[in-house]
């Protein structure tokens, strides 16, 4: 296939957003339609993480978005190594559960 023959794809994005939003910290929830996706930032000198971003997506987005996510994963280890998940941080190991963050997410319990 030639370059002719691949499909074009063009996007907009605003300034604002184009900026990004630095994100260390991602809780994912899902019912039985929809994923969500809050992406949050856990700095040093605050008392717990703050959600910067929401994302909401359909269960085949999530998993597009998985696969695609998947694929660039491999193609950024195989440019730059492996990334090492023990090594940048020996002391969290996998995942956490949401819980961990108290009954309504933000660290606190409902009474």
């Known amino acids: 296939m030639d370059n002719n023959d691949k499909k074009s794809f063009g996007v907009d994005i605003k300034p604002e957003v184009a900026k990004g939003v630095y994100s260390n910290l991602a809780l994912i929830t899902h ?5 969500i996706v809050d992406f949050g930032a856990s700095l040093p000198g605050f008392q717990k993480p703050e959600i910067v971003s929401r994302i909401v997506m359909t269960p085949y987005h999530a998993k597009r978005f998985l696969m695609a996510l998947q694929d660039n994963m491999i193609k950024y280890e195989s440019a730059f190594g492996d990334v090492d998940l023990e090594a ?4 969290q190991k996998g995942t956490f559960n949401f819980n961990d963050f108290g009954k309504n997410g933000n660290g606190e319990n409902k009474s």
């Open 31 to 35: 019912s039985h339609s929809e994923f």
């Open 88 to 91: 940048a941080n020996p002391r």
